[in-house]
């Protein structure tokens, strides 16, 4: 089968869901997916043919397409990939196991197609969690998702499926090839409902104009069963779903905007039956028929519209391979595997232009690769053997293997999808509200409807005329613009937010962001480098310099802290093998151990050290502590309560921390820093930054008491700091901000996380909060007034029922455009931005 240039160098299927290449031995092939760009090397590595041409003719390419491996079609490929995600959602043991006990949960994602206002997600919450065996089912609007969480004794994901499919929706796995055939059902319906409501209008204009009016009754009623047999179908077919999801709305108690459209379409229809059985020519088909016409046209615009704003949320979820090249002892080159199989400790290569699919420690190899995915930054970062790498991460040039450190859920990639997920899922202050007033919206504006119809009936007005200002008043209101006012604004800045480094966990820290006034930094980590350099030795009494490192070593033998990891370092380059230190017992203030018979500790704690031999071990840090570049802060061994050394380690302001500072207090916000380290050295580095309350000595408990006690005079408090050691001031914070480290982004207890680790973009969150702040107040502030100013304009007669629904269409449009033009400013002030 000769290659097609234009299709996929595996199943040879057009390259419609992006063009993913891939270099080998001098050719470049594409692939229509990332997963026969994978699927591809794993089989041409087994067939030792690199060449297209040749392995298609291999006997192990023709069993895998027997064997459905290699998809055969677009329906093979659809089908391949249901599979594929029902695996490893679905797949329950068949022996009994602790899992299968009672209690035991299982969740799964579903993407919903069909929802048209935040009512929908409501219905479909309300009608899983009366199902049995589902626990949580949290639906959203604004990202047409369902997370559901569901005893695997009691239910299943196909139940699941299937009771969404009953309420009018269509729910599928997020990776699903069914949203394109969606948008094109919907196209179609569209497009029919189209022609025979122009139809329909031809014939209502020509029967109102008094174009038949030389014929008699009889034959201008039988000229008027088109309209009777078009309308109708307009009204089944076309509005078919919009009747559906009234219904479900109704019955489950909270009505939205399909309910107030469909009582309009309907009474319309209803009414014109009534006048035509009647003989009366004052028929409404062409109201009914344009009511669902303009709905439909509106949903197919607000759904592209929604598609836009969620293209860059939906490229998180789709970063993650689902395949590993793992290195075994029978393929010590790798071999592609199931993802969930990799184990922390197995080892696995990666190559150009591969993402990395877990994180992992460089155990060989050389190159550069691109983060932008987890900070923001479209810049090629170097990386060899001795660094580690987080997976989301894209391979630009080189080839790695890794130890694998996280994988999953418990991978960086894993906990920012986990992150971002259950922020989108949390509702804020302002949406409470809005749920509360859309509960009412639509009884209310029925009764209003009703009311309004019946008093102008009573004052004299024909029954066609008080008909249509109730049609008026029905159909003009527009519970959707308020209700999606504030959650398609979340998913454009929480995507957004994650394409400029910024990881919101908590999306009320955009609410509160304005009301700062008084910002906490910590010192190490946050404000310097936090790459502690061992560059002082200060032995005291009889004690060597030898003796000391390998007993700091042994000490800290397997920490993970910044200090430990020096020390290590330190005593690795000199050749000196750690002590072995029993007992050891690691804490806030360092680590405590027993080493022959003597209890030796090593911390920050101690106040004053006696005075001793000074050993630099770095002329290049005694320099640059001399030219107050080097900030050198001390750690103290002790042996049986005696200081036995003092260990000076060097750090460094970071890059832009004083340009952070000054504009801080250039826009009126206090300015505090806080350290575990001693208050003289963290005094210092506040006088470099030009801060003048710097606080030293300080334990987490410490800065959290400190915040409580500025919250307590009145202030607004965010605290900036590293995530774990300053977990407890972050959460006594009104905003918990923390620079990330590489490690443990899910166990943190920040609202947000600055993924670039550098200061700076504390600046960037508070201006972005700033900005989407001020959309969200413009999305409400314009349905707001939109609704208080539409109804009294219809209930006094001055509008059309057509005009109404497309006033009311423009409303909803208006509040998705308004979230898109804060995208595209966005993305042009980043295009803008220098690198």
């Not at 234009?6 to 063009?19: M, N, R, T, V």
């Not at 003719?57 to 995600?85: K, Y």
């Not at 304005?514 to 910590?522: A, G, L, R, S």
Request: aromatic share 6%.
């Amino acid at each position: 089968m000769p290659l097609n240039s234009e299709g996929c160098a595996l199943c040879g299927l057009p390259l419609i869901k992006g063009d993913f290449r891939l270099s080998l031995e001098g050719r470049v092939l594409p692939f229509c997916c990332q997963g026969c760009r994978q699927v591809y090397l794993m089989l041409s590595e087994a067939a030792d043919a690199p060449d297209p041409s040749q392995f298609r003719e291999t006997d192990l390419f023709r069993r895998c397409v027997a064997a459905g491996i290699i998809p055969a079609s677009e329906a093979d490929l659809a089908r391949a990939v249901r599979l594929q995600h029902s695996v490893s959602t679905e797949a329950a043991p068949t022996i009994p196991t602790q899992a299968d006990a009672p209690g035991h949960v299982l969740t799964v994602n579903l993407a919903i197609d069909g929802m048209w206002c935040p009512a929908c997600a409501w219905v479909i919450e309300e009608t899983l969690l009366q199902s049995k065996g589902v626990t949580v089912a949290n639906c959203n609007f604004a990202t047409d998702r369902l997370r559901c969480t569901y005893h695997p004794e009691t239910c299943s994901p196909d139940v699941i499926t299937e009771r969404v499919r009953q309420l009018g929706y269509q729910a599928r796995r997020p990776e699903d090839l069914s949203r394109d055939t969606e948008k094109r059902r919907l196209f179609i319906r569209l497009a029919i409902t189209t022609f025979l409501t122009m139809n329909v209008m031809m014939l209502s204009v020509a029967l109102y104009s008094g174009f038949f009016s030389q014929l008699d009754p009889d034959s201008i009623h039988k000229l008027s069963w088109p309209l009777v047999v078009m309308t109708t179908a307009v009204m089944l077919y076309g509005g078919g779903p919009v009747h559906r999801k009234a219904l479900s709305g109704i019955l489950g108690g909270r009505p939205g905007m399909e309910a107030l459209i469909s009582i309009g379409a309907v009474c319309a229809f209803i009414y014109s039956i009534f006048n035509f059985l009647s003989g009366s020519i004052h028929l409404y088909f062409d109201t009914a028929c344009m009511l669902i016409t303009l709905v439909l046209l509106g949903k197919i615009l607000e759904r592209g519209a929604k598609d836009r704003i969620q293209e860059d949320l939906e490229h998180y979820f789709a970063l993650a391979p689902s395949k590993v090249r793992r290195c075994t002892a029978s393929f010590p080159r790798g071999r592609f595997t199931d993802i969930g199989q990799l184990e922390i400790g197995d080892e696995f290569v990666v190559a150009e232009n591969e993402i990395v699919p877990a994180d992992g420690f460089v155990l060989d190899g050389e190159g550069s690769v691109d983060e932008s995915s987890l900070t923001g930054e479209p810049r090629a970062r170097a990386k060899r053997a001795g660094d580690r790498m987080q997976s989301g991460t894209r391979v630009l040039k080189g080839h790695f293997r890794l130890r694998t450190e996280g994988v999953g859920p418990d991978a960086t990639l894993g906990q920012m999808l986990a992150i971002m997920e259950a922020a989108l899922g949390r509702k804020t202050g302002f949406e409470g509200r809005t749920d509360f007033l859309l509960r009412w919206f639509v009884p209310v504006i029925c009764l209003l409807a009703m009311a309004t119809g019946g008093f102008v009936y009573l004052y004299g007005a024909s029954l066609d005329e008080a008909f249509e200002r109730t049609l008026t008043v029905l159909v003009i209101s527009c519970p959707c613009a308020l209700g999606i006012a504030i959650p398609l604004a979340r998913v454009a800045a929480v995507s957004l937010a994650a394409r400029q480094g910024i990881l919101v966990q908590d999306f009320q820290a955009f609410d509160r962001a304005e009301k700062i006034d008084t910002v906490v930094v910590d010192k190490t980590g946050t404000m310097t480098r936090g790459n502690w350099r061992l560059e002082i030795v200060q032995v005291h009494n009889a004690w060597r310099r030898e003796q000391i490192l390998g007993l700091a070593a042994g000490l800290e033998a397997g920490v993970d802290h910044t200090v430990a990891t020096e020390i290590q370092h330190a005593a690795r380059r000199r050749g000196i093998e750690p002590y072995a230190v029993t007992n050891r017992k690691v804490s806030e203030s360092g680590v405590t151990g027993l080493w022959q018979q003597q209890v030796v500790s090593i911390g920050a704690g101690v106040a004053k050290a006696p005075p001793g031999r000074f050993d630099v071990m770095d002329t290049a840090g005694e320099a640059a502590q001399a030219a107050n570049e080097t900030i050198v802060s001390w750690v103290y061994l002790t042996i049986e309560g005696q200081v036995a050394a003092s260990l000076g380690f060097g750090d460094r302001l970071k890059p832009r921390a004083r340009e952070t500072v000054a504009y801080l207090q250039s826009h009126g916000l206090t300015t505090r820093m806080v350290s575990g380290d001693s208050d003289m050295v963290t005094r210092n580095v506040g006088r470099l930054l030009g801060i003048e309350s710097a606080r030293g000595d300080m334990r987490p408990a410490d800065k959290a008491q400190l915040i409580a006690d500025i919250q307590a005079r009145g202030g607004m408090v965010a605290m900036m700091g590293d995530g774990v050691n300053d977990a407890p001031a972050l959460v006594s914070a009104d905003i918990g901000l923390a620079l990330f480290a590489g490690r443990n982004l899910g166990k943190e207890a920040q609202a947000i996380t600055l993924m670039r680790g550098n200061p700076h973009q504390l600046i960037d969150f508070l201006e972005f909060a700033g900005r989407v702040r001020r959309k969200i107040l413009q999305n409400l502030a314009g349905s707001c007034i939109y609704n208080l100013v539409s109804i009294p304009v219809a209930m006094a007669g001055w509008l059309s029922p057509l005009v109404a629904v497309g006033a009311m269409l423009l409303s909803s449009l208006s509040v998705t455009g308004n979230t898109l033009l804060m995208m595209w400013a966005e993305n042009r002030k980043e295009n803008r931005s220098p690198p």
